[in-house]
């Protein structure tokens, strides 16, 4: 049974540092593309962060850009996301999930999902 389970999260002052964890189980985790998500109240879930296989290929959604750090490492089956400068605006449910399609943003392409860690950040 394949399980993403999210940790990290909580509360943040705006400027400040948090990194998200996301570690999976039941399949070869080093043969899928990781992506994480958000969905703030009332919004649709987005693409935030996805990185490949080995780690060497990221891109980011252009709001984190700059601010978000994705990173994996294999031999954890574990995938991060570290977010400096947090603003208010990046309070949010925060998601991993997996997929076998690079370069996707689309929620439709991505086949496992965590139950989501929330994040929120005091302004």
């Known amino acids: 049974q394949v399980q993403l389970v999210e940790s990290g999260g909580g509360l943040v002052q705006a400027g400040g540092p948090l990194r998200l964890s996301c570690t999976a189980s039941g399949r070869t985790f080093s043969s899928y593309i990781m992506g994480w998500f958000r969905q703030a109240p009332g919004k649709e879930r987005e693409f935030v962060a996805v990185i490949g296989w080995s780690g060497s290929s990221t891109a980011y959604a252009d709001s984190v850009k700059g601010r978000f750090t994705i990173s994996r490492d294999n031999a954890k089956n574990t995938v991060y996301l570290q977010m400096n400068s947090l603003k208010h605006e990046d309070t949010a449910v925060y998601y991993c999930?997996?997929?076998?399609?690079?370069?996707?943003?689309?929620?439709?392409?991505?086949?496992?999902w965590g139950q989501g860690t929330q994040v929120t950040v005091s302004s």
């Open positions: 999930a997996d997929t076998l399609r690079w370069g996707s943003r689309l929620k439709r392409d991505y086949d496992y």
